[in-house]
């Protein structure tokens, strides 16, 4: 765990400014919950609402640490933050991981239909691509280097791909080196892709954007691994969604091939890693040293 440092502390105020921008630029973007069709629309404002925004927050950290200016991070944060919203939106469906709860409040298929939910995704998927078509801060070779990174990490190869593999697993014990390639793309991939378009946005030369990938690789490994021990450890009505969900379905876990100290060892080793990637990228690293703090202390 490193020591907070005051450029860390002064990220950290500067935290509610970046959430309050990206609220800002998700609602101007958004189509208004009285457009035609009403019904779909009040639904993916609903899907978007809460949360933790932390996808987004890489955006800036990484931007910052960069020398990026806010505005030109706004549809990419806004971006990434559409996509995992749809994907959650998709893996509560009941065809998938059939969840009552999302953010302490009733799923979308829950709070309207399924058939609903599934077109919400496909609305908030479709919409992130083209808020950064439109993203008037950023040329066109930019756009198109973002909208290409989001698209992959977000496919088959990446988000869904993982998504995939996680539920032909259900019943299957599978190794260590299995368990971190299936979620470095169900969870890695949209968590590595935000320190990507952060670099597109700063023009970063290539050793700096191989750093980058290399400090998000490890954050969305230590999440994975921290969020199997926490739903290990919590209840319902500390995670804000169903607990114990892997467990039911009879998953492999990270807790359950490592034992839960080993895994939290394994958390906290990768959380050190990219603390020492950050350092070594030209610029202040203080936002992304105050993000890989924030995720390690987080207890839901």
């Not at 950290?12 to 973007?29: C, G, I």
């Not at 065809?95 to 609305?123: C, F, Q, S, W």
């Not at 990446?158 to 599978?174: C, H, I, K, R």
């Amino acid at each position: 765990m490193s020591l907070i440092s005051p450029e860390v502390s002064a990220f950290h105020a500067r935290v509610p400014a970046y959430l309050h921008r990206l609220e800002r630029t998700t609602d101007a973007l958004l189509p208004p919950a009285g457009a035609d069709p009403a019904r779909l629309h009040q639904a993916i404002r609903y899907a978007c609402e809460g949360g933790k925004h932390l996808r987004a927050l890489m955006v800036y950290a990484a931007g910052e640490t960069l020398g990026v200016a806010p505005e030109l991070l706004d549809p990419a944060a806004c971006a990434v933050e559409l996509i995992h919203a749809y994907s959650l939106v998709h893996d509560d469906l009941p065809g998938m991981d059939n969840d009552d709860l999302r953010r302490g409040r009733p799923t979308v298929h829950k709070a309207y239909d399924e058939a609903t939910a599934i077109l919400v995704g496909d609305a908030l998927q479709t919409f992130a691509f083209e808020v950064l078509a439109n993203a008037g801060a950023l040329d066109a070779e930019q756009k198109v280097r973002m909208i290409r990174s989001l698209a992959h990490a977000s496919g088959s190869l990446g988000m869904v791909g993982g998504q995939a593999v996680d539920m032909a697993s259900e019943n299957l014990t599978l190794s260590v080196a299995q368990l971190e390639s299936l979620h470095g793309r169900k969870t890695g991939a949209l968590i590595l892709v935000t320190c990507q378009l952060a670099g597109i946005a700063a023009r970063a030369p290539d050793a700096v954007g191989h750093a980058l990938e290399r400090y998000g690789k490890c954050i969305g490994l230590a999440f994975q691994i921290q969020d199997d021990v926490l739903d290990q450890v919590a209840d319902t009505a500390t995670l804000g969604k169903t607990a114990g969900k892997d467990q039911a379905q009879h998953k492999s876990t990270f807790p359950s091939l490592l034992g839960l100290d080993q895994a939290r060892q394994r958390a906290d080793a990768l959380f050190d890693e990219a603390r020492e990637v950050a350092r070594s990228i030209p610029g202040n690293a203080a936002a992304l040293l105050w993000l890989a703090d924030h995720i390690q202390q987080r207890d839901h």
